[in-house]
């Protein structure tokens, strides 16, 4: 059974970076096919991805945060990260990491593995 689970700040101030962490169990993230997802639910704006990564490492990103948006992976600790830079108040949300589904054949874009998410404020 692949477990997810989010770990990080539940409070960061204006401007500052949001660094998150989703560490991985009963799997590894780089298993061929499998991406790992950050998506985020606030309050009138349902759930928006963020981005992901990838079995080889490699990076997509939501083309509205792009650029205050880098996920980055330790194979080593089964781990992923997000971090959001110059974060508002806006980017309060509950914060959540998932896979993506994957066959041997193709990856299908929707979570079969969720985190139980992370609340995060931002705040001065």
């Known amino acids: 059974q692949v477990q997810l689970q989010e770990s990080g700040p539940g409070l960061v101030r204006p401007s500052q970076t949001l660094s998150l962490t989703c560490t991985v169990s009963?799997?590894?993230?780089?298993?061929?096919?499998?991406?790992f997802n950050w998506i985020r639910q606030s309050p009138g704006k349902g759930l928006e991805w963020l981005g992901a990564?990838?079995?080889?490492?490699?990076?997509y990103y939501s083309p509205s945060l792009k650029s205050k948006t880098s996920i980055s992976r330790d194979t080593s600790k089964n781990q992923f990260t997000l971090q959001l830079s110059s974060v508002t108040p806006e980017d309060t949300a509950v914060y959540y990491c998932g896979r993506f589904k994957s066959t041997a054949i193709v990856v299908v874009p929707e979570i079969d593995y969720w985190g139980q998410g992370i609340q995060v404020t931002v705040s001065s």
């Open positions: 990564i990838d079995y080889n490492g490699g990076t």
């Open positions: 009963g799997g590894s993230i780089t298993t061929n096919r499998y991406y």
